[in-house]
């Protein structure tokens, strides 16, 4: 059974944003330059996704698990993300004694999907949205949190963004179905965007120009909260989408290294055809080399500072692929027969969700990368037989060329300050070819 993508217009997100204002528990405040990700305008949202990260979807299952299970329930997949800003706080220490620096919000912020929006969602739908991807109704700022303590050196500076991370998210009624977990026959896949867990960016700024990146343990929203650094870590922003055009080079067909299996029970060509039998039955399958790349989104990132830094790309939206190929055989409800797909090194559909960890950078002062990802693409011609006018099966299908996932790629391309440019291969190894993490043969 196929799943029926029928969309509601995405959900517009309403905001209510505060002045943005931090108060400084210290001495001095400097106006200090941001390293932080190139501006874009706000991502356009793609119609469909590119994939349906949603847990456990195209299982196997039974009547009894899916019960067991909670099943059938609305549940939710994190199509994209962005970082919605809702103030910023520069400051150094120009004291000879280190300093114990503290922000304090002076006035709230708010983000939250509208009531009408909300209305569309399905019943109990903050249950499910909570647990599945940290969704939330409204989520923001409060007047009187603080940011801190930072201690700051002699000559150090800092740079603190904060405001709430907004998901773009996909929605099925998930229930099992021809012994499949998978979206329930004739209900809508909603679409929405909203508000979800807060953030804040900070920049720790050393007096001999080199950059930390600190993490901050952020509580939920409430008066007086306070969050908290916690270590290092690195952070990334979106700025896409940008497409990549690739050239093609010469294509050569590419057998099965292992030939797929084939049942007993299907005719050879050439054999005498059974008494009025009008079915179809798998034949063959090749690939088509090289593969070519299924356009994603990028992140832009630029290295302000007189020192080296190492930038950690994540991917922010989701990005991946399903085979788009025709069968006329039944024998599981159009789908090719098991293993085919991967005997090309393809699969049937797969995923890199939101959040995935790319390949580190090495940046120069002054440098600026593009890092661009998106789906690899196998290109699969696979042919049927059917019973001829001579009385033998002879006829062989010409479905014509489809594609199916096969992995996924990451590349940054790094801009000097001369204008040169250097390629640098990103993409994380377990995503890079099948077997994949998230592939599914349903």
């Known amino acids: 059974m196929r799943i029926r993508e029928e969309y509601e217009k995405a959900m517009p997100l309403k905001r209510r944003p505060g002045r943005r204002v931090l108060a400084a528990a210290a001495s001095a405040v400097l106006a200090v330059s941001a390293m932080m990700q190139v501006p874009a305008a706000h991502a356009v949202i793609p119609p469909k996704p590119q994939g349906y990260p949603i847990a ?3 299982e196997s299952c039974t009547d009894a698990s899916a019960h067991a299970q909670g099943y059938p329930e609305w549940h939710y997949g994190e199509t994209g993300r962005r970082y919605l800003s809702d103030g910023t706080i520069q400051f150094t220490n120009r004291t000879d004694q280190v300093v114990p620096y503290t922000g304090t919000i002076e006035t709230e912020s708010n983000h939250a999907i509208s009531a009408t929006s909300a209305a569309k969602l399905p019943s109990g739908w ?3 949205a909570k647990s599945d991807i940290g969704l939330k109704l409204s989520n923001g700022w409060v007047e009187g949190e603080t940011v801190g303590p930072v201690k700051l050196k002699p000559g150090e500076s800092i740079r603190v963004e904060y405001g709430v991370l907004e998901k773009d998210f996909v929605s099925m009624f998930v229930t099992c179905s021809d012994g499949v977990l998978q979206n329930s026959n004739g209900a809508n896949v909603i679409r929405g965007t909203g508000p979800a867990e807060r953030y804040a960016f900070v920049y720790l700024i050393h007096a001999d120009g080199s950059i930390s990146d600190l993490a901050m343990q ?12 916690m270590g290092s870590d690195t952070y990334t922003a979106m700025s896409g989408p940008s497409l990549e055009s690739v050239a093609k080079p010469t294509d050569h ?3 099965p290294a292992v030939a797929p299996q084939k049942d007993p029970s299907w005719p050879a060509k050439g054999q005498t055809c059974r008494a009025r039998d009008i079915a179809w039955y798998p034949y063959d399958i090749s690939s088509i080399q090289p593969t070519y790349r299924k356009p994603g989104y990028s992140t832009d990132f630029l290295n302000w500072s007189k020192a080296p830094y190492d930038y950690h790309p994540v991917t922010d939206f989701v990005v991946g692929a399903q085979y788009n190929g025709y069968a006329n055989w039944m024998g599981r409800y159009g789908r090719l027969p098991a293993g085919w797909l ?3 090194g393809a699969t049937n559909r797969a995923y890199m969700p939101v959040g995935t960890a790319l390949g580190a950078v090495h940046l120069q002062p002054g440098e600026r990368v593009r890092v661009t990802y998106g789906t690899t693409m196998t290109r699969v011609n696979y042919r049927e037989i059917h019973c001829g006018r001579d009385g033998k099966y002879s006829l062989v299908s010409n479905y014509g060329t489809a594609s199916a996932p096969s992995g996924f790629w990451a590349e940054a391309t790094v ?3 001369d204008g040169s440019v250097r ?5 994380p190894d377990k995503y890079r070819q099948v077997p994949l993490p998230t592939q599914s043969d349903r």
Do not use: F, M
Request: glycine content about 4%; cysteine-free; charged content about 20%.
């Open 126 to 128: 903050n249950t499910t």
């Open 342 to 344: 991967d005997s090309v």
């Open 423 to 427: 390629k640098i291969d990103v993409t």
């Open 253 to 255: 067909v590419v057998e």
């Open 218 to 229: 952020i509580p939920s929203r409430h008066a007086g909260a306070n969050s908290k650094p």
């Open 56 to 58: 456990h979807l195209y």
């Open 415 to 417: 801009t000097s300050r």
